[in-house]
């Protein structure tokens, strides 16, 4: 059987906004993991004629997704094709498969699979969503050490990935940076004082209820934990912690015909 595999391991969580999504006509794949969590899940991309493909539906013909649960670090990828394209050659002669954040790929039909620049089009467009924390120590863990990193005005909250970890986040009423001294200042004082400070503001709704600003580092300032600078990623929806991961780190794959 004709196929293609990659396997993939990173040093933070993939989160379950994202999405694994097959194209193509004669096409399934298969995404799992051998270490750790117990997971493992396929997809069926097929079809006859590329009349019968409806744009923006990737509901297993000519385009298939499926999810991932929480806690993914690594994972194993594979694509394969089922009739070695024979009956599609002329319009679709190569399958794709790749993770990326759910809402952020729009399928075009059949102009995606006739597409020869489809694969740099959907690395360069669709990012990789992680769950970013600290350490894998949890809150109570972490305040008894001497590094602790949610400073003044701020709370921890603990990891559900499964891995540990904590993320910092400003008191209600405050905004700023959690995580560099002197900490999160309260909004009037920060909102005043913004444009002098530089902060990169990306917000979110946080499990408190209430929109709080984070940036990872200020023009001004470093920190020493952030010498290798995650992006924050703005739009993640109402989930907490959530930052995007350059996609070029995960290419999809396609099937060798």
């Known amino acids: 059987m004709l196929g293609s595999t990659k396997q993939v391991h990173i040093n933070f969580t993939l989160s379950p906004a994202n999405k694994f999504t097959i194209i193509g006509y004669d096409d399934f794949a298969l995404i799992g993991t051998f270490t750790g969590l117990d997971f493992t899940t396929w997809c069926f991309s097929l079809c006859s004629r590329s009349v019968d493909i409806l744009e923006g539906y990737c509901t297993g013909i000519g385009c298939c997704q499926t999810s991932i649960p929480k806690g993914l670090r690594t994972f194993l990828a594979s694509l394969s094709t089922i009739r070695n394209h024979t009956d599609v050659w002329s319009f679709d002669p190569c399958g794709y498969a ?132 995650i992006n924050p990623y703005a739009s993640v929806g109402d989930i907490s912690g959530q930052y995007s991961l350059d996609s070029r780190m995960i290419h999809p794959i396609s099937s060798p015909r």
């Open 98 to 229: 790749f993770l990326g954040e759910q809402g952020k790929f729009k399928f075009r039909g059949a102009s995606d699979l006739s597409d020869p620049n489809f694969m740099n089009k959907t690395v360069d467009s669709v990012p990789v969503l992680i769950d970013w924390v600290i350490g894998n120590k949890s809150c109570v863990e972490g305040q008894k050490s001497n590094n602790f990193t949610c400073h003044k005005n701020s709370y921890c909250v603990d990891s559900d990935t499964g891995f540990g970890g904590y993320r910092c986040s400003c008191n209600k009423g405050y905004g700023g940076n959690p995580y560099l001294s002197p900490g999160c200042n309260d909004l009037l004082s920060y909102e005043n004082n913004l444009a002098l400070r530089n902060f990169t503001r990306h917000p979110w709704v946080n499990q408190h209820g209430h929109e709080e600003s984070v940036g990872l580092m200020s023009e001004g300032e470093e920190s020493d934990l952030y010498t290798i600078q």
